[in-house]
């Protein structure tokens, strides 16, 4: 379609400032250097100390630093841990922290020390790297006697070897562990250790030097991050299922208890967290010189042929996964952390002894993820309602720390298919959207050269699934209608022209997508190849077409948003016309459905749902077009993924009221002892047993039950229709930019009521039964 492709690139013409500006530049000067232990690799893995004496007269009321590392740093003053980072970015909006040491300096000497660290070619693929190196800056003239220079001590702590993890499936998250306590520097982060003998710290750079702006110096664009620390709460590891070896307390791990292993013998301790967490796990343990402790994490045990089952059950499973391996020094109060956090809710611990024995003095976790708080509220009285949503909660916490990401065992990765779920889970539970606009940042600047985005950001192989970046645009829409920065889309619109572009630019003379190279994932549908919806010979798929349209529109609302009428109606045009296609390609007047090929030969639940959701067909036939989707089993279902989209389409075509009857698999993960959402609909052999992409109903108790939906961007307005079908009563509440909007429905009696509260300057309608009422800020008090 030569002359759209032209008459696009025009219009990108008129915003290219906007496109190529200074991203993240924050003016800051930035003295200290870059340092690294010398004669350390590069880009070879490896564990880095360093540490800095600091003479206070008196105990400042703040004293603010800034501080990163490549690949990842933890922060200690006075032998108290107080910072990790940097939050993952890419080289060119690499992030520092902003840490106030003042609560832990006192007067006197005082020792700042850190852990670096580098999994060099096992490195997480979210990892980018460009090489090891550590900075540290005050943020005053006063505070930059801290600054990172050669007055740093460092040394390699060469106890520290990164491990290989072999695990059932695709992975992705990094090496680990094997630590030898014999050479690692007992008490290095303490005032009193002698460094005499460690390494001054040497710059990573030369000074950058030239004229005329010619000078340029790679490596890091320093940029601040916009997230909070990340919680770290002590989290005590629930009971012992099983141990072979030795005799276990039973008040271990639950409590503080200590485990003997006489010498010379093989013991194994199965630990149940009872649920699944994201945790630094601590050992605290003492002789037992050259013993060797291998702890593997595990989400469930495995039975016969790899099938996990009931993930309560244990008998006749065995334990595999990810593992790290210490071998003790054969000292008293050894302890072993590990660097990056771990995903589990079953541990073993191995212990080998050999002539003497090994005591287990501890063994606990520290709970980590994004700070989220669950800021909404739904009062029903049905225990299943109130465990999904304690399970889909759980579920998008431990699929969000620095990222959100698809799973934290296996992959660790940002995924935009699985993220713009994760987000509106964010809007309607937390209201807290940090996260979100990290997550579309950073999404954004992986977008390439011919437009498209990476499907999964950041990430150090740069894979591409092109439907992502259309879902990218849909992710834009939602946050302008959920989100509480009203100009924080504005700086993306140059950027969403660029995707669209390069989809238009595979647009035929038909109306068509075809041909879009790379991987056009959909879903995990039975039957699918690789999740690629089905396409027909000439290269066309009503699946591409109908993803291609809903951008398209979100498209249309962003720019008229932004004040860009020129662009908006470029794209309503554009979007006319590709609802003709897919009208006059996929129609089958037979079976009166949206077929998924030109050849009408096979049919989904997902290209019906994006055609209802696109609002190709509306009133009776769409509603008929659900209730097919619900009663034909020929159709290609939709995984536990898309039934996100299925669920909109059917409360669009009027189904709502049986939203209730759509849970099935919800109910399959809960009878089989999840207490995370698994990620295909497979539940007993699924991958991974936590995909924040299954969360969804937590948004649809709230959107389709209760009825709450943004109406305007920014939430100026609200939609409320709630789909209550034999709920007789019921309450709730979600979090607003401006407030709380809370709800609460009584149709037990002849007659029904509503009393609805809406923040300040917050206004909309209600809908019950076709009728329409309006609302204003404050109670809203209905009778019918």
């Known amino acids: ?123 997480p693929v979210h990892q980018i790297s460009f090489r090891t190196g550590f900075i540290l800056q005050g943020s005053t003239t006063e505070t930059q006697v801290v600054n990172t220079n050669d007055t740093w001590k460092c040394i390699q702590d060469k106890s520290y070897t990164p491990i290989q993890q072999r695990v059932r499936g695709y992975y992705a998250a990094g090496a680990g562990e094997q630590i030898d306590m014999q050479f690692h520097p007992a008490g290095w982060e303490k005032l009193s250790f002698d460094d005499s003998k460690w390494l001054r710290a040497e710059s990573v750079f030369g000074t950058a030097s030239g004229r005329q702006g010619m000078a340029r110096r790679g490596g890091w664009n320093l940029v601040p991050s916009i997230l909070p620390p990340m919680e770290m709460t002590l989290q005590r590891l629930v009971t012992t299922r099983k141990s072979e070896g030795v005799k276990v307390p039973p008040a271990f791990p639950a409590n503080k208890t200590a485990v003997r ?13 009872t649920f699944l967490t994201n945790a630094y796990p601590t050992l605290e343990f003492s002789g037992g010189k050259n013993d060797t402790i291998t702890i593997t994490y595990a989400e469930a045990l495995y039975g016969d042929k790899g099938i996990k089952g009931n993930r309560d059950e244990i008998e006749g499973k065995t334990i595999s996964g990810r593992r790290d391996i210490i071998i003790s020094d054969g000292s008293d109060n050894q302890s072993f952390t ?24 501890d063994f606990y976790g520290t709970f980590t993820g994004y700070p989220f708080k669950f800021n909404a509220k739904l009062e029903s009285g049905n225990s299943t309602i109130d465990k999904i949503i304690e399970i889909g909660w759980r579920t998008a916490r431990l699929c969000a720390v620095d990222t959100y990401m698809d799973c934290p065992y296996y992959e660790r990765l940002q995924y935009i298919g699985d993220a713009r779920i994760q987000l509106l889970v964010s809007y309607y539970n937390s209201g807290d959207d940090r996260l979100a606009k990290n997550a579309l940042n950073l999404m954004g600047w992986s977008r390439q050269l011919d437009g498209y985005t990476f499907s999964r950001y950041p990430d150090n192989l740069g894979q591409i699934i092109p439907t992502y970046s259309l879902w990218y645009v849909s992710m834009l829409h939602d946050y302008m209608m959920y989100g509480s920065d009203p100009d924080f889309i504005t700086d993306k619109l140059a950027g969403q022209r660029q995707i669209l572009n390069y989809f238009i630019s595979y647009l035929d003379e038909d109306g068509s997508l075809k041909n879009v190279p790379n991987w056009n994932f959909t879903d995990w549908a039975s039957g699918w190849q690789r999740g690629t919806a089905p396409i027909g010979e000439d290269g066309s798929s009503a699946a591409m077409d109908l993803q291609m349209l809903l951008a398209i529109q979100s498209a249309v609302d962003l720019e008229n948003y932004a004040g860009r009428k020129e662009f908006a109606d470029f794209y309503g045009a554009l979007a006319a016309k590709i609802t003709q296609t897919v009208k006059r390609k996929y129609w089958d007047s037979t079976r009166k459905l949206f077929a998924d090929t030109p050849g009408k030969d096979k049919f989904s639940q997902h290209t019906n749902s994006m055609a209802i959701l696109a609002g190709l067909v509306q009133g009776v036939e769409a509603q008929n077009i659900g209730k097919l989707m619900l009663s034909d089993a020929s159709l290609t279902q939709a995984s536990i993924y898309f039934k996100y989209y299925l669920h909109l389409a059917l409360t669009k075509a009027g189904l709502g009221n049986d939203f209730m009857n759509w849970l099935d698999i919800w109910h399959k993960n809960i009878d089989l002892g999840l207490s995370t959402w698994g990620e295909t609909s497979e539940v007993e052999s699924t991958r991974s047993d936590c995909h924040a992409w299954g969360a969804s109903p937590n948004i649809e108790f709230f959107r389709i039950v209760l009825g709450i939906e943004s109406s305007t961007p920014n939430f100026k307005s609200v939609k409320i229709e709630p789909n209550l079908g034999s709920i007789k009563t019921i309450s709730g509440e979600m979090p607003h930019p401006a407030g709380k909007i809370s709800v609460k429905y009584d149709n037990s009696g002849s007659r029904f009521s509503a009393d609805i509260m809406l923040p300040p300057k917050t206004t909309g309608v209600f809908i019950w039964q076709g009728k329409s009422y309006e609302l204003n800020e404050g109670l809203n008090p209905i009778r019918l």
């Not at 940097?86 to 832990?104: C, M, R, S």
């Not at 080998?352 to 005591?359: C, D, F, Q, R, S």
């Open 1 to 123: 379609m030569k002359n759209i492709t032209v008459t696009i690139l025009l219009l990108l013409a008129l915003t290219v400032n906007a496109q190529f500006g200074n991203q993240g530049a924050t003016g800051f000067q930035w003295n200290a250097s870059w340092i690294t232990v010398p004669e350390a690799g590069t880009t070879t893995s490896g564990l880095y100390l360093f540490r800095k004496k600091l003479t206070l007269e008196t105990v400042p009321s703040s004293f603010i630093v800034y501080v990163s590392a490549d690949s990842r740093y933890k922060l200690f003053v006075n032998e108290t841990f107080v910072s990790l980072g940097p939050a993952v970015g890419d080289i060119q909006h690499w992030n520092y922290e902003t840490v106030d040491l003042a609560p832990f300096l006192r007067a006197g000497q005082n020792i700042i020390s850190a852990k670096v660290w580098n999994e060099g070619n096992m490195k």
């Open 338 to 361: 590990t660097l990056a956090y771990r995903t589990y809710r079953y541990v073993e611990l191995k212990i080998v002894t050999l002539g003497n024995p090994l005591v287990i003095e």
């Open 261 to 273: 292993i006489p010498a010379n013998t093989t013991a194994r301790i199965l630990i149940d967290q």
